[in-house]
């Protein structure tokens, strides 16, 4: 089966650390997507990557960073410098010329 | 800069009445996408509107758009429980598939 893939689906950090979340799709889509959803909003744009080793910072990167070394992945690393990380992180990806955005399952991290 | 206001935010229905959202944005956009959220989950789509005028439907849902105004719509039809979830609108910027999201509404049908 095609789709997007994240991993871990719950994840708990400690403050002062850094984590990286897992985003895999097996769709052949070109561009990928990171998004934070805070409780009763909707989701901003951390960040994107249209073609592998090229990304670009969307409306929030600060204390995120990401690396495209492959086209099927897109990991998202949450840095000691994110001050409030506890959110609901999801992935998307769309082909090139496509019109549909498919999203991941998301992961839910949470800072103790 | 894009700005996507979304009217209303909560929205308690009946079962069986109509009802519209309203999603209205500030810049010109070439698409704009409509989703569904359940609690505690990921998105769901549900339309995708690319051209002045477009009009989609599926099951007691409808999506319309008008570029010109800069407003799409959502349209329930006869409202089941079933669709109790958070909709959101969200169009993009640039071709680049950048999606920018409206605040969701918040729909509750009662029996």
Not at chain 1, 50 to 75: C, H, L, T
Not at chain 2, 47 to 60: D, H, I, P, T
Not at chain 2, 66 to 87: P, Q
Request: aromatic share 12%; net charge neutral.
């Amino acid at each position: 089966d095609g789709g997007i893939t994240q991993s871990p689906k719950y994840l708990f950090r400690k403050e002062g650390q850094n984590v990286t979340l897992s985003c895999e799709q097996n769709l052949n889509h070109d561009a990928m997507y990171w998004y934070r959803q805070d409780p009763g909003q909707g989701l901003r744009l951390i960040y994107y990557s249209q073609i592998v080793n090229d990304f670009q910072k969307g409306d929030i990167a600060e204390g995120y960073s990401v690396s495209r070394e492959k086209k099927e992945s897109f990991p998202l690393t949450v840095t000691s410098a994110q001050k409030n990380p506890t959110a609901f992180y999801l992935c998307a990806s769309i082909l090139k010329g496509g019109n549909e955005q498919f999203f991941g399952p998301g992961t839910r991290l949470t800072v103790l | 800069e894009l700005k996507v206001e979304q009217n209303p935010l909560f929205l308690s229905m009946q079962e069986g009445k109509n009802y519209t959202i309203y999603c209205n944005y500030s810049t010109t956009s070439d698409r704009l996408y409509w989703y569904r959220q359940d609690p505690g989950k990921s998105l769901e789509s549900l339309f995708v509107l690319l051209s002045n005028g477009a009009v989609k439907q599926e099951g007691r849902l409808m999506a319309s758009l008008d570029t010109k105004a800069r407003l799409s719509t959502l349209h329930i039809t006869a409202a089941v429980h079933d669709l109790s979830a958070t909709y959101f609108c969200a169009p993009s910027l640039g071709g680049g598939g950048k999606l920018i999201f409206g605040q969701g509404t918040e729909l509750s049908v009662k029996p």
